[in-house]
């Protein structure tokens, strides 16, 4: 079946650090993989988006993610974070063959320490 | 340009009742999603309308859901015998045709609370 696994559900870094958000999705096809943000209250905002190509993909507000077919992985990462990416973040795998549609994983909620 | 709107922003309402949920695309998308999202957990996808194709209603959870939409434009999502279970966020998505399709946008979502 096809899902989203999102392990970790808080993470907690200090303003500065690194961060790195793991998502693992399970998809018979090339899947097409996107990654957003959710600030409190207010609605989801697409990050980056991965479809083909090279796997290394660049987003906004200083994001990547790496597509890793061999791990099946697709991991967010951001080299310093600001207290203003405390928020939820959701991977999202897009169906490419039948009706198109996205399923997402649980979510990893940032917490940014001052 | 506009973004996804959705109306009301919260509803609360009592068990039995039924509510409405509205969503206005952005201007020219063809595709329209619903999903709900419950306290701390994830998106579930409920329906999804594509143009004038039959919509894929396979995310619905009960014959208690249903959802139209008019042509390319607004879309209702509506919710009867309301139950405490259905508190939840619900959340609107629209996506361009071509080969943005497969981006979607969302609104700000309506937050139903059932007493």
């Known amino acids: 079946a096809q899902s989203v696994t999102q392990p970790d559900i808080h993470i907690t870094v200090s303003e500065g650090a690194s961060l790195e958000l793991r998502c693992n999705y399970s998809?018979?096809?090339?899947?097409?993989l996107f990654w957003y943000v959710q600030s409190p209250g207010q609605g989801l905002q697409l990050l980056l988006k991965?479809?083909?190509?090279?796997?290394l993909v660049q987003g906004i507000k200083g994001f990547e993610a790496e597509f890793k077919r061999s791990q099946s992985s697709f991991n967010l990462r951001k080299p310093s974070v600001h207290w203003s990416d405390a928020a939820e973040y959701f991977c999202a795998v897009g169906t490419t063959s039948g009706t198109y549609k996205y399923i997402f994983g649980t979510g990893t909620r940032l917490k940014v320490l001052a | 340009g506009a973004g996804v709107s959705q109306s009301p922003s919260n509803k609360v309402t009592e068990k039995g009742k039924d509510v409405e949920l509205r969503c206005d695309p952005i201007?020219?998308?063809?595709?329209l999603y619903w999903y709900r999202q419950r306290l701390g957990q994830g998106l579930e996808f409920l329906i999804y309308f594509q143009g004038n194709s039959a919509p894929d209603k396979s995310g619905l959870p009960s014959d208690r859901f249903s959802a139209e939409r008019t042509g390319e434009s607004v879309s209702t999502l509506t919710i009867q015998r309301t139950q405490q279970e259905d508190s939840a966020v619900y959340l609107c998505?629209?996506?361009?045709?071509?080969?943005?399709?497969?981006?979607?946008?969302f609104g700000p979502g309506t937050r139903l609370t059932v007493t």
């Open positions: 998505a629209s996506s361009p045709p071509g080969k943005k399709t497969y981006e979607q946008y």
């Open positions: 201007s020219g998308h063809t595709a």
């Open positions: 991965y479809f083909s190509g090279d796997t």
């Open positions: 998809y018979g096809a090339t899947p097409y």
